[in-house]
């Protein structure tokens, strides 16, 4: 039986290898950009979208005070104080750490390693991979491993001999971004069994839906009898006690270990009830030992990540691409259980119905969209369907619920984040796309209603401005910084989002000949001309009496724009390019947006060598956040689709690293998967600037990467983009065909690349300034 076992486990790892023919874990690094990387950012061991995302931590006790900044898994730091089980946006917790000798219940602080159950580590003994995780703690001479499936957790410790082994369940404690624990409780079923729950009350909860809660749940079964389990709680130490309840609450589980002796523990997880966090593990895991479960993990990230394979001697590149799909992947994780169940706001316990399989019909935790329809949302509808139509249902649960649409989501609560909400353009975007597993009577509803409706709007659904842009048609300046129903201190910024989600809903009221709407909407996306300085040629916050604001400093950020400056922001029309250029001027514009990447380079794109989240706000462009993700791609619009090509690739090459602090940009702020997917988009050479919320959606061509993207498209189909004379120096497009047909065009209409083929391009070092220049591509329709 356990000859047959081990040759049913190596074929189970070697089928997904046979058919992409190449083992494409080894090009995904965890480990590049995890300094100053946010709390969700770090946790190899998982599968794509799950909910069990096992990690190590090295500060995550200390939380953060504002709520949202890098915690967690550092870089820079070199001990180790836990492996913990939840990681999203705004969610955090149960924390899991294997010692010998002493006993101590805190894990102690980065500068005083002893002082608590925290253990140094050398990254020569660590290995991370996609459903995998492997360090030495050093201070014990105990190897820790980790795997997952979707809602499982795994753990395997291998203990040196020694009379005083603990395992330390530490659960009521804050984790990352989780905010303080406010209740927390851990008993032992059995002499192997046990299970718990922690209750947390993150920053943004507090802020954006003060009566929500975040709780989790989970189930644990070991492989080994303790000899005896104590209870700790704060300071208190408790012996011979199998339960533990409150704020710092946990259980110490005491062996004795013989050399190389090993300890595994499967951990159900949930976010609705320990009975359903037990029913998931029995579901996914009862028969799994760590190995299988390895292995399983392993083959679902081959399986996903060899949707898209790409071929060429750029080891470098390739590295950067799979490690932007794996983070691609792995963000935004299910909230529902194997059962249906979801968690539904105010600690409620909500029911899914599932439709076709399953498939697009998880609950999901998400951090905001802000942003994300200029990489994952794409991505999504390239290759993985499934996930958009799990994001759309999952907001219009929310809608149905709540009222209203929640940007970020922890546990059905709003978690905004940044106050808007592009929930209504990123669903527009799904349907133009053709991903349409969900009620489009209500999605429309949902959609109209986000764009134009103020009256009883919670605080969290965002756009608390939205009366003021209707009744102004641009959103008025506050110098206080707030936002309300009078306008908002980001008004500038506001009114150009609201007026490029007005177009995406518009185009949505078109394609369901909602004629009144169309034509109500449609006048709202044109607001971005309210704010426009015909003086300056830029963006410019403007007064409820219509005047501009004074002072004005054009790289001074925060004032009028949210996480940018006026530079940045006065290309922020998407939804109509042309109308754009034309204000400003074809010539200006082509000459200070090149000049502007020709500076922003000197600071690889963004905010530097400064290990910071915002190091790139007071720049002229800043690819480290979300507003600036589409700027690079206007030359296609402008008469020059060779500056797209030059200077998407300069960014992929240059903001884009394969090292730990030179990973996305120096510290920046990748938000689950988004600069990932933005890199994988663009060394595949396919993008779109309005997020596919046009009528009939197209794709743009920038630089292709590689010689060869063989792409398993959402329907089914293959696309393959194939590039001949393609080198480091040869960036620009020469020549194009599709299907065989001359290409003449930068652009592609979507449908028409969905139904697959090959895209061929031919490459050279200088512009061939005659291609792709004829007709441009459809800027208003």
């Known amino acids: 039986m356990k000859i047959l076992r ?59 005070a504002s709520g949202w900044e890098a ?28 010692t010998t000798g002493a006993l101590k219940v805190k894990p102690g602080k980065l500068e005083d390693v002893s002082g608590g159950y925290r253990s140094h580590f050398n990254r020569k003994h660590e290995v991370a991979e996609p459903g995998y995780y492997k360090v030495l703690l050093d201070d014990y001479n105990i190897t820790a491993e980790l795997t997952a499936t979707k809602r499982v957790g795994f753990h395997r410790y291998t203990f040196p001999e020694n009379s005083h082994s603990h395992i330390i369940l530490d659960i009521g404690n804050k984790q990352g971004e989780s905010g303080e624990v406010t209740d927390a409780g851990i ?23 003060p009566e929500g809660k975040v709780a989790m749940y989970f189930y644990g079964e070991l492989s080994k009898k303790p000899e005896s389990v104590g209870a700790f709680t704060g300071n208190s130490i408790r012996e011979n006690t199998l339960s533990a309840g409150g704020k710092g609450a946990g259980l110490f589980l005491n062996y004795q270990t013989a050399e190389n002796e090993k300890i595994e523990i499967k951990v159900g997880l949930s976010y609705t009830s320990a009975a359903n966090a037990k029913e998931n593990l029995t579901t996914e895991a009862a028969a799994l030992t760590f190995d299988d479960a390895k292995i399983k993990a392993q083959n679902v990230w081959q399986q996903e990540l060899g949707k898209i394979i790409v071929e060429g001697t750029d080891e470098q590149s390739k590295k950067k691409f799979y490690t932007g799909l794996f983070h691609a992947l792995l963000g935004r994780g299910i909230a529902s259980d194997v059962n249906g169940a979801y968690p539904k706001h105010g600690g409620l316990t909500g029911q899914l119905k599932r439709t076709n399989g399953n498939e697009g019909s998880e609950f999901m935790n998400t951090d905001a969209i802000w942003g994300a329809f200029w990489n994952i949302t794409q991505l999504w509808a390239l290759s993985y369907p499934g996930r958009y139509n799990s994001y759309v249902n999952t907001q219009l649960q929310i809608y149905k619920d709540k009222g209203w649409f929640g940007d970020g989501i922890a546990n059905s609560e709003y978690v905004s984040g940044v106050g808007t909400n592009f929930v209504g353009l990123a669903i527009a975007g799904a349907y133009q796309a053709g991903i349409r597993n969900y009620d489009i009577a209500l999605a429309y509803e949902a959609v109209k209603a986000n ?71 449609i006048r709202y996306a044109d607001g971005w001309k309210s704010v426009f300085n015909p003086q300056y040629k830029l963006m410019q916050p403007k007064k409820a009496d219509g005047s501009f604001i004074d002072d004005f400093n054009p790289l001074e950020a925060w004032r009028g724009f949210q996480e940018g400056n006026a530079v940045q922001y006065t290309f922020y029309v998407p939804h109509n390019p042309a109308a754009l250029i034309s204000a400003i001027g074809k010539d200006q514009f082509n000459k200070r947006l090149d000049s502007i990447f020709q500076s922003s380079q000197k600071n690889g794109f963004g905010g530097g060598k400064e290990i910071d989240a915002f190091a790139g706000i007071k720049s002229l462009y800043n690819h480290g956040n979300q507003p600036c993700l589409h700027i690079s791609w206007l030359f296609n619009f402008s008469g020059k689709p060779w500056l797209t090509q030059k200077w998407t690739r300069l960014i992929c090459n240059e903001f884009y690293g394969t090292e730990p602090i ?77 299907n065989g047909k001359p290409l003449n065009d930068c652009w592609l209409y979507r449908e028409d690349l969905m139904k697959g083929g090959k895209l061929l391009f031919i490459m050279g070092n200088e512009p061939n300034t005659a291609w792709g220049v004829k007709i441009p591509p459809p800027s208003q329709q």
């Open 451 to 521: 764009e134009l409706n103020w009256r009883s709007r919670k605080v969290g659904s965002g756009k608390m401005d939205t009366k003021a842009f209707v009744e102004h048609g641009f959103v008025p300046y506050l110098e206080k910084n707030t936002t309300d129903s009078t306008g908002s201190h980001f008004s500038a910024s506001h009114t150009l989002e609201y007026s490029f989600s007005a177009f995406a809903a518009a185009q949505m009221a078109k394609a369901l000949s909602k004629k009144k709407d169309y034509q109500t909407l």
């Open 71 to 98: 915690v967690g898994y550092d870089t820079r730091q070199n001990s180790i104080e836990g492996f913990v089980h939840f990681h999203e946006w705004q969610i955090g917790g149960v924390s899991f750490m294997p």
């Open 187 to 209: 008993h032992m079923i059995d002499d192997t069994r046990f299970e718990g729950f922690v209750v947390t009350y993150p920053q943004y909860l507090r802020l954006y839906d």
């Open 6 to 64: 081990r040759y049913h486990a190596l074929l189970l790892l070697l089928l997904p290898y046979c058919l992409t023919a190449q083992n494409l874990l080894k090009y995904v690094d965890p480990n590049i950009g995890t300094a100053h990387s946010r709390w969700f950012f770090y946790t190899p061991a998982a599968v794509p979208y799950g909910m069990a995302k096992l990690a190590p931590s090295t500060n995550g006790h200390y939380g953060n």
């Open 662 to 738: 030179h990973g996305y940009g120096y510290g920046q702020d990748e938000d689950q998967g988004q600069l990932g997917s933005w890199y994988v988009l663009a060394a595949l050479g396919l993008f779109d600037v309005k997020g596919f919320t046009d009528a009939k959606p197209i794709i743009e061509f920038g630089s292709p990467l590689f010689d060869k993207a063989t792409i398993t498209l959402g329907n089914t189909k293959t696309l393959i983009i194939e590039t001949k004379n393609n080198s480091k120096g040869n960036i620009y497009i020469q020549s194009a065909q599709f």
